[in-house]
């Protein structure tokens, strides 16, 4: 119990073959401060073997690859959240492109109606045509067929057709 009362303070200890000698100043575990201009460097190392220098070379080579890498997928992250934004902005206007149709439609119904109930009424002083007053068009005379030239091409032919109405 008094061990543990006691205050630890730490002393260096001689090796027992050294008591009562003195001790030079090269004792291990001891360090002596730099003096300046004293520079120490490190050991120089041969030059590179060819399989050190074939693994730095990979090295090099897959660090680029992973950065490059690295770099597409942010830019394929940032392109589908650009596209992902862009779909949603025409998604919206589509809609409120599609209930202003509505809106228009419905309108234009409710015109017509309007107008239909309008003319009806006695007052607006319309009549439904009589047929004395109606105007008749007489058909324009048939033309005669042009004759089709045996030696024309398929080209001819169907330019001589109608494209379409």
């Known amino acids: 119990m008094s061990a543990a009362l006691k205050s630890y303070r730490p002393r260096p200890v001689n090796p027992p073959s050294n008591r009562g000698r ?4 090269a ?3 001891v360090l002596r401060p730099l003096k300046a201009g004293v520079v120490r460097s490190l050991p120089v190392t041969t030059a590179p ?6 693994l730095g070379q990979l090295y090099l ?3 680029v690859l ?3 890498l690295v770099g597409l997928a942010l830019v394929g992250y940032g392109t589908s959240v650009y596209v992902d934004q862009q779909l949603n902005q ?6 409120q492109l599609q209930r202003s149709e509505q809106q228009i439609t419905t309108a234009n119904a409710s015109l017509t109606r309007h107008m239909a109930q309008q003319v009806e009424q006695p007052e607006m002083g319309l009549q439904p045509p009589k047929p004395n007053q109606v105007i008749f068009l007489e058909l324009a005379p048939q033309r005669p067929a ?6 024309a091409t398929t080209f001819d032919i ?3 057709r109608p494209l379409g109405y």
């Open 90 to 95: 025409a998604t919206q206007r589509l809609s």
């Open 27 to 29: 004792t291990v575990g």
């Open 49 to 54: 073997t060819p399989l050190r220098r074939t």
């Open 61 to 63: 080579a897959s660090s």
């Open 22 to 25: 003195t001790t030079s100043k």
């Open 66 to 68: 992973a950065t490059c």
């Open 158 to 160: 169907q330019a001589s």
């Open 146 to 151: 042009r004759p089709v030239v045996e030696s």
